[in-house]
């Protein structure tokens, strides 16, 4: 065999190597068994968290009177809407409401939020309809995806598998059994793993995300040989252009 054709038998080689991924690693769980039926016993509700940026609404049938507990920034002029002033949970876990002064909701999902600040509005309004919604509810999603980045998410809750969804899935180069979720507890970091090749995975405390989360897949070890192989062609070519240089330096002296 000459060594030309070694050369391109092993780049072929290397090729297929770092390009496929067996199934036990692409492959979404892998021991659910066809027409399987999973319960979802998850009783997960987000919660609000310090430095949260929150949205309240308060309307009644009497505009007039829920007028005092909603603030707005900046006047209604040529057809241009003011802007709703949001609620910043500061580092008690609570918000300035107007009129009635601290609320602690830290720790509270909306729902309970919405339930507090009704028991506190009775003695002002007459069945205060309330819109809660968390505005900085983002998440980020890093490593071996198709579209890396943060993401912002509408409603309430999200998955771990919707918000791969949405940062384009996990790439062939990545790592499905070994995934960590890094999430944030009032500056107190908790770094979790889910094996999403097992069903097992819908019932990880991490299934459902909470906001500022950051989920990260790492490279398998295609993924790894490849950026090894980048690196290697990398140098390769910065020695290949210094020698090139020095030698079109040396013949034209």
Do not use: W
Not at 16 to 27: D, R, W, Y
Not at 90 to 100: A, L, Q, R
Not at 135 to 149: D, E, W, Y
Not at 202 to 220: A, C, G
């Amino acid at each position: 065999m000459s060594s030309k054709f070694k050369l391109v038998y092993l780049s072929l080689l290397t090729l297929i190597v770092v390009s496929c991924g067996s199934k036990k690693e692409v492959v979404y769980f892998q021991d659910a068994s066809e027409f399987e039926t999973l319960v979802d016993d998850n009783s997960f509700n987000t919660k609000f968290k310090v430095d949260d940026l929150v949205s309240i609404h308060v309307s009644t049938l009497d505009p007039e009177a829920s007028a005092p507990f909603n603030l707005f920034r900046g006047a209604e002029e040529g057809g241009i809407r003011a802007e709703q002033v949001n609620y910043l949970v500061d580092k008690n876990g609570e918000i300035d409401f107007p009129v009635i002064g601290k609320i602690k909701i830290g720790g509270l999902s909306p729902s309970e939020a919405r339930d507090l600040l009704k028991v506190k509005l009775t003695d002002y309004l007459k069945d205060p309809i309330i819109n809660m919604r968390i505005r900085n509810f983002t998440v980020t999603i890093l490593g071996s995806v198709n579209r890396p980045g943060t993401y912002q998410v509408n409603g309430e809750q999200i998955t771990i598998l919707e918000a791969l969804g949405l940062a384009g899935d996990i790439n062939i180069k990545g790592r499905r059994d070994n995934v960590m979720v890094i999430r944030d507890f009032n500056g107190t970091k908790v770094y979790n793993r889910v094996d999403l090749n097992r069903k097992d995975a819908l019932k990880s405390p991490v299934y459902y995300l909470t906001q500022n989360d950051v989920v990260y897949v790492e490279p398998n070890q295609s993924g790894k040989t490849a950026s090894n192989l980048d690196q290697r062609a990398s140098i390769a070519v910065s020695i290949i252009s210094v020698l090139v240089t020095s030698t079109v330096v040396l013949l034209t002296r």
